[in-house]
């Protein structure tokens, strides 16, 4: 059975970094193009950062030179590292596959993450 589960939200305030980490169970992981979706309060999820197989990475204009998407095959983990965070960044952060084949049905309970002074 495929499990996600994400880790490393809380509250930072604006300008501060966190780093999340999205766990994949029971997966070819390192085959998968992996993305990260932000769920904003009262909007529609939206995938933010992607990294397929071979490491190419891109970003929705909204965080793009601030976060980085990584991966760790050999540990089946999906890593975002958020630089210089607003308070718009704050959503729920939830990790998947890309490719709509290999979505996992269940997705995670998401890290919170919320920008605040």
């Known amino acids: 059975q495929v499990q996600l589960v994400e880790s490393g939200g809380g509250l930072v305030q604006p300008g501060g970094s966190l780093r999340l980490s999205c766990a994949v169970s029971?997966?070819?992981?390192?085959?998968?193009?992996m993305g990260w979706y932000s769920q904003h309060p009262g909007k529609q999820g939206e995938l933010v950062a992607v990294i397929t197989s071979g490491g190419s990475t891109n970003y929705a204009d909204s965080v793009r030179g601030r976060f980085t998407i990584s991966r760790d095959n050999a540990k089946n983990t999906l890593y975002l590292q958020m630089n210089g965070l607003r308070p718009k960044s704050t959503a729920v952060y939830y990790c998947?596959?890309?490719?709509?084949?290999?979505?996992?049905?269940?997705w995670g309970q998401g890290a919170q993450v919320t920008v605040s002074s």
């Open positions: 029971g997966s070819i992981f390192s085959m998968w193009s």
């Open positions: 998947n596959a890309v490719w709509s084949s290999n979505r996992i049905d269940r």
